[in-house]
């Protein structure tokens, strides 16, 4: 059986006002925040950009959307995960600073901000997910998953790494903790480089495995006491201590395994929404050129987070009469997420689309 996909036709032309009028027309048909009844608390999953960049989904937008849940009686919360990288997301004071910054303001959503801090042992959760192919235990931020409900609000653009991001890298890469997101990129512990090492000693104070130590004023890597949380490389402002960030077809089965810890419990309670505008080669964590590479296409709505991926790949290639995200990143096999989301019961690749 095929599920449904709602979309709404969006043009570079149109200004906020218009936008939030196709948005609010997409959620009265599309019924996607039907789950965000009477006292339930409600994630609502988000980028907020990261410093330097201006193409994430837009606070106004957020407002219209978390307005809706609120009416309905529920209390959304929006949030993000800290980052791997090092860059201005690295930390939740950080994080939350980037976000007021890009308007994410209670003023402008009417809305909180959540975001787990890492060395607060009550905002990280250890989902166990049995019988799967690489991670039999995920770590996400606990406040997804003990929300009642769950809202992933998605900017669809290309990703080096996953072909294109989506729903499904927002919510797998998105929800993990910085451990979480380093088992996704590799299956080693930080790569050591001696040569940007300058002895402060920073690396060796947040160890919590006791795994380095300084000789000869530089820090010293035990393999086999690391236990891959990645604080180090948090920590070291050099790059002394960074991933090696890995490709293929594991990174994305990984972000697909991930995804379905964070959604595993949450069946008839999550409501997905992509907008498919300012449409980038790369990520929104990049901070570096970033050339469109597709017009505007819309706005997708959905209960089914495979479908919402699927159709908004099918319409935005269809408006570039092309596999652009495949130009773009030919390293990298687009459908593979898709196909491994549906094989693992996330959702169904077949849709039907529904124009607004």
């Keep these: 059986m095929k599920s449904s996909v709602y979309f709404v036709p969006v043009n570079e032309t149109d200004d906020i006002a218009t936008v939030n009028a196709k948005l609010q027309a997409l959620l009265a048909e599309s019924n996607v925040l039907s789950f965000a009844s009477a006292n339930k608390k409600v994630a609502v999953k988000l980028h907020f950009g990261e410093e330097g960049t201006t193409d994430y989904v837009r606070p106004d937008h957020l407002r219209l959307i978390c307005d809706k849940i609120a009416e309905q009686g529920a209390n959304p919360f929006l949030s993000d995960a800290n980052t791997l990288y090092r ?51 995920a770590k996400i931020g606990r406040c997804y998953v ?10 669809f653009k290309g990703h080096a790494l996953t072909g294109f991001g989506g729903t499904l890298k927002n919510i797998g890469m998105g929800c993990a903790t910085r451990e979480g ?22 690396c060796v104070d947040v160890c919590p495995a006791d795994a380095i130590h300084m000789e000869d004023e530089k820090s010293v890597l035990i393999r086999e006491k690391c236990i891959g949380c990645a604080s180090c490389v948090a920590a070291c402002a050099n790059k002394a201590l960074f991933i090696d960030f890995e490709a293929g077809d594991a990174l994305q089965e990984k972000m697909i395994e991930y995804t379905y810890a964070v959604l595993k419990d949450k069946k ?20 570096l050129e970033n050339s469109r590479i597709a017009p505007d296409v819309g706005i997708f709505a959905s209960s089914d987070p495979v479908a919402i991926d699927k159709a908004s790949l099918d319409l935005v290639n269809r408006s570039c009469g092309k596999e652009i995200f495949k130009e773009a990143h030919p390293q990298q096999n687009c459908n593979l997420q898709l196909e491994y989301a549906q094989q693992i019961g996330i959702g169904n690749i077949d849709y039907e689309l529904i124009q607004i």
């Excluded at 959503?109 to 039999?136: A, R």
Aim: proline fraction near 4%; glycine fraction near 8%.
């Design 268 to 287: 008839g309670q999550a409501g997905f929404l992509n907008f498919a505008v300012r449409i980038n080669k790369e990520c929104d964590c990049w901070t």
């Design 146 to 155: 003990d929300a009642d409900g769950f809202l992933a609000v998605t900017h």
């Design 87 to 137: 860059g201005q997301r690295l930390n939740s004071r950080d994080h939350l600073a980037v976000a007021m910054k890009h308007g994410f303001t209670k003023q402008a959503t009417g809305m909180d901000i959540f975001i787990p801090d890492e060395s607060i042992k009550e905002h990280v959760l250890e989902v166990p997910i049995n019988n799967k192919k690489h991670i039999q235990s």
């Design 181 to 202: 997101k380093l088992a996704q990129h590799c299956d080693t512990s930080p790569t050591f480089y001696p040569e940007n090492c300058v002895g402060c000693g920073e």
